[in-house]
Nanobody
Framework: QLQLVESGGGLVQPGGSLRLSCAAS????????IGWFRQAPGKEREGVAY????????NYLDSVKGRFTISKDNAKNTVYLQMNSLKPEDTAIYYC???????????????????WGQGTQVTVSA
């Protein structure tokens, strides 16, 4: 059974850090790219980070470049999102999702992903 399970969310002060995990099961992670997305109340879901099959290619939303780092451990079937220097505007539910390797703007486009986790809440507040 294909499954993606996010964890690691929580409440953090501005400037703090969190590491999200996305545990994959039911398919071979090495054959797929993974994206992290977020959705804040009243806003559309947006792509935050993308990582290619081997992990050699990544892509980020402009507003998180230099603060967030996506990584992939195919042996552990897990993808991570390290989030540093968090800001209140990073508050959202964060989701991981699966796609076939892709390029350009499609890497951060929700419609190009076929399987999603249930999400984990990240709240950045003093």
């Amino acid at each position: 059974q294909l499954q993606l399970v996010e964890s690691g969310g929580g409440l953090v002060q501005p400037g703090g850090s969190l590491r999200l995990s996305c545990a994959a099961s039911g398919f071979t992670l090495a054959y797929y790219a993974i994206g992290w997305f977020r959705q804040a109340p009243g806003k559309e879901r947006e792509g935050v980070a993308y990582i290619h099959t081997s992990g050699a290619i990544t892509n980020y939303l402009d507003s998180v470049k230099g603060r967030f780092t996506i990584s992939k451990d195919n042996a552990k079937n897990t993808v991570y999102l390290q989030m540093n220097s968090l800001k209140p505007e990073d508050t959202a539910i964060y989701y991981c999702a699966r796609t076939r390797p892709t390029s350009g703007s499609r890497q951060l486009r929700p419609g190009d992903y076929d399987s999603w986790g249930q999400g984990t809440q990240v709240t950045v507040s003093a």
